[in-house]
């Protein structure tokens, strides 16, 4: 064999090699990192127990040092876990105008209305509808119509929004006069049922926070306890689940009446919800959380939003009105317009801004002839 043919013959074989000359070198490389890993264990071990090393934890991170104690010079410090987000909730919580708290309800507690050629999905069985002659129902639902009249494209927010349906007091709006808005609902197994109506309205599975910070509270979930076919639909049970910080006595009894299971939820300010959603003004808010409304009310930034009208539920008076919430309202610009109490002290209530009185007030007091006279009734039924 010629010179040259010996050579390319062997660069022929050490082409075929070539994989396998690479594989051996990762294999030795990784032999000796395992190597000096172990030996500067090694080393650090018996350094530790000669003293001439130390490690040590202070509240920013790991360290490692030479010398027997910690002194902040020459020591090797490890970020291990984000000492700097734990740093960052010692300052307390966060606020509701937060870029980050907003991102976070923006990408993860925000779903976008529903398409409006999407057809909605409601539920029409006459049992279902019964809920449409509540005297609750009635109530509200032809004061909103005094009060809005054919006002259309208007923006609401409803909390809790049940399955969007059931006792909502914002659907007719949406379907007749073509308002968009944003339901909040914090019960898991009610948000299920209202991501299927194809509600033209933002939904959020969070709750609305009773201060004006996020925070993670406990939600009672109460359920009917037996559920036959012919049994009312589950929405009344469901409907009663509240924030447990924030229940008062006749919610402790009614634990024991219904099936009750404790979720953790998310809560968000309202405050939030609209800055996340870019919006200021509210012509419509509904307020239906079993308790925490007063609390979600008066954490509220008023100076930076408007709402025009505003029911809200109330628990816990036995003869109407509530001085104390009722003069904070009017202190933030609310007049009372109508209120219905029921036989368990829950209440309802209609504010105005005194704004929109002002601007609508002939209109309102012409389309409210002929409302049906509830209050007298619903109160002598109560004693
Ligand atoms: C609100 O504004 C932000 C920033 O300009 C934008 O990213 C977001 O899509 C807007 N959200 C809505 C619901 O309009």
Same mark, same amino acid.
């Given at each position: 064999?010629? =010179?040259?043919?010996?050579?390319?013959?062997?660069?022929?074989?050490?082409? !075929?090699?070539?994989?396998?000359?690479?594989?051996?070198?990762?294999?030795?490389?990784?032999?000796?990192?395992?190597?000096? =890993?172990?030996?500067?264990?090694?080393?650090?071990?018996?350094?530790?127990?000669?003293?001439?090393?130390?490690?040590?934890? /202070?509240?920013?991170?790991?360290?490692?040092?030479?010398?027997?104690?910690?002194?902040?010079?020459?020591?090797?410090?490890? @970020?291990?876990?984000?000492?700097?987000?734990?740093?960052?909730?010692?300052?307390?919580?966060?606020?509701?105008?937060?870029?980050?708290?907003?991102?976070?309800?923006?990408?993860?507690?925000?779903?976008?209305?529903?398409? +409006?050629?999407?057809?909605?999905?409601?539920?029409?069985?006459?049992?279902?509808?019964?809920?449409?002659? *509540?005297?609750?129902?009635?109530?509200?639902?032809? $004061?909103?119509?005094?009060?809005?009249?054919?006002?259309?494209?208007?923006?609401?927010?409803?909390?809790?929004?049940?399955?969007?349906?059931?006792?909502?007091?914002?659907?007719? *709006?949406? $379907?007749? =006069?073509?308002?968009?808005?944003?339901?909040?609902?914090? /019960?898991?197994?009610?948000?299920?049922?209202?991501?299927?109506?194809?509600?033209?309205?933002?939904? @959020?599975?969070?709750?609305? +926070?009773?201060?004006?910070?996020?925070?993670?509270?406990?939600?009672?979930?109460?359920?009917?306890?037996?559920? $036959?076919?012919?049994? #009312?639909?589950?929405?009344?049970?469901?409907?009663?689940?509240?924030? #447990?910080?924030?229940?008062?006595?006749?919610?402790?009894?009614?634990?024991?009446?219904?099936?009750?299971?404790?979720? @953790?939820?998310?809560?968000? &300010?309202?405050?939030?919800?609209?800055? !996340?959603?870019?919006? +200021?003004?509210?012509?419509?808010?509904?307020?239906?959380?079993?308790?925490?409304?007063?609390?979600?009310?008066?954490?509220? &930034?008023? @100076?930076?939003?408007?709402? +025009?009208?505003? *029911?809200?539920?109330?628990?816990?008076?036995?003869?109407?009105?509530?001085?104390?919430?009722? /003069?904070?309202?009017?202190?933030?610009?609310?007049?009372?317009?109508?209120?219905?109490?029921?036989?368990?002290?829950?209440?309802?209530?209609?504010?105005?801004?005194?704004?929109?009185?002002?601007?609508?007030?002939?209109?309102?007091?012409? $389309?409210?002839?002929?409302?049906?006279?509830? %209050? %007298?009734?619903?109160?002598?039924?109560?004693?």
């Amino acid at each position: 064999m010629s =010179l040259l043919e010996e050579l390319s013959c062997s660069c022929r074989r050490a082409r !075929a090699r070539h994989p396998y000359v690479w594989q051996r070198l990762a294999d030795k490389l990784h032999k000796a990192l395992a190597f000096l =890993l172990l030996v500067t264990t090694m080393v650090f071990l018996l350094g530790l127990a000669a003293g001439v090393v130390h490690t040590g934890s /202070n509240i920013h991170r790991l360290h490692v040092g030479i010398g027997r104690h910690h002194s902040d010079a020459h020591e090797l410090h490890l @970020s291990l876990g984000s000492s700097e987000h734990q740093q960052h909730r010692l300052k307390g919580p966060l606020q509701y105008d937060d870029e980050f708290v907003l991102q976070v309800i923006r990408s993860k507690y925000l779903v976008a209305p529903s398409p +409006s050629d999407d057809p909605y999905h409601l539920e029409s069985t006459q049992k279902y509808e019964d809920f449409l002659s *509540l005297v609750s129902w009635v109530f509200l639902s032809s $004061r909103i119509k005094a009060v809005l009249g054919p006002k259309r494209g208007g923006f609401f927010v409803e909390a809790g929004a049940l399955d969007g349906q059931f006792l909502s007091n914002t659907l007719p *709006l949406e $379907r007749e =006069l073509g308002w968009t808005g944003l339901l909040v609902e914090a /019960n898991s197994r009610s948000y299920q049922e209202l991501q299927k109506r194809n509600r033209k309205a933002w939904l @959020s599975p969070a709750c609305l +926070s009773p201060s004006n910070y996020p925070q993670e509270l406990i939600l009672n979930q109460l359920e009917m306890k037996h559920t $036959r076919k012919e049994d #009312q639909y589950p929405w009344i049970a469901r409907g009663s689940s509240h924030l #447990q910080s924030t229940a008062g006595h006749d919610q402790d009894v009614m634990l024991t009446q219904y099936h009750t299971t404790y979720a @953790s939820v998310q809560c968000f &300010p309202l405050a939030s919800m609209l800055l !996340a959603l870019n919006t +200021s003004h509210v012509d419509l808010l509904s307020l239906d959380v079993e308790g925490s409304e007063p609390a979600i009310l008066r954490s509220m &930034p008023w @100076s930076q939003f408007t709402v +025009s009208v505003l *029911l809200v539920e109330h628990h816990g008076e036995k003869h109407g009105r509530d001085m104390q919430f009722h /003069n904070f309202l009017a202190s933030q610009g609310f007049m009372m317009y109508d209120h219905l109490t029921d036989g368990e002290g829950v209440s309802d209530y209609v504010f105005l801004s005194n704004d929109y009185w002002k601007v609508n007030k002939e209109k309102i007091e012409k $389309r409210a002839v002929g409302l049906p006279k509830m %209050k %007298k009734e619903a109160i002598a039924s109560a004693r």
